[in-house]
């Protein structure tokens, strides 16, 4: 919802946010918190695991590069929804490029001389690796394989077909997430170009 124009000035925003946020993560206080905490039960065991596993990355981490990474991935996706406007992906490429590049230092980091692969992945799949999750797509592949040729082998169904005005879309949008018990007084629904949008 920013205007292109603020782009610039948010990227620097939340790189100086990330610069106060790492700072509190990666305080060597916590070291000692978490040497000293006694879990009292399984769920305050895995509390204090899940705390330990995310100081532990943060803290391998250089700060800088944590800021250069929240500056930077914050314009990208407003140059990226430019590009995507105008259908021109040429335009992104070179953002694109800095954006690797820099997630290839945080995962050097993260990795320490192990698989970067690996290290990036264990933020959103905690303990997978390229080996395991190689395995298990291995292992689907021939169900897959038999599944898609069931699904070919049927009749396809009639296609959804008509316009679908943007209004009624957000209304179905609002009335879905209603339906389900979403909280209006603590969120909002929007257009947005990427259907990952959200906060």
């Known amino acids: 919802m920013m205007p292109r124009g603020g782009a610039e000035q948010r990227g620097e925003e939340m790189a100086a946010m990330e610069g106060v946020l790492h700072a509190r993560r990666t305080n060597p ?10 879990a009292v039960d399984e769920v305050a065991a895995a509390q204090l695991y899940q705390i330990e596993r995310a100081y532990r990355r943060a803290v391998k981490v250089p700060g800088d ?3 250069a990474l929240a500056r930077l991935t914050s314009v990208a996706q407003g140059i990226w ?15 694109l490029a800095e954006v690797i590049a820099l997630k290839r230092q945080e995962a050097a980091c993260l990795a320490e001389g192990g698989d ?3 290290a990036l992945i264990d933020d959103y799949e905690p303990g997978a690796t390229a080996e395991t ?15 898609r040729a069931a699904v070919l082998a049927c009749e396809a169904p009639p296609a959804l077909q ?7 879309q957000l209304r179905l949008a609002r009335d879905m997430a209603s339906a389900f018990g979403y ?17």
């Open 29 to 38: 206080q916590i070291a000692q918190w978490l040497a000293d905490a006694d």
């Open 65 to 67: 590069l944590a800021e």
């Open 81 to 95: 929804a430019g590009a995507r406007a105008a259908d021109k992906v040429a335009d992104f490429l070179p953002t």
């Open 116 to 118: 970067l692969y690996d």
């Open 133 to 147: 999750l190689g395995d298990m797509f291995d292992r689907m592949r021939p169900r897959l394989v038999d599944l």
């Open 162 to 168: 008509g316009h679908f005005a943007q209004e009624a």
């Open 183 to 199: 909280d209006w007084s603590r969120g909002r629904i929007d257009l947005a170009v990427h259907p990952f949008s959200s906060g």
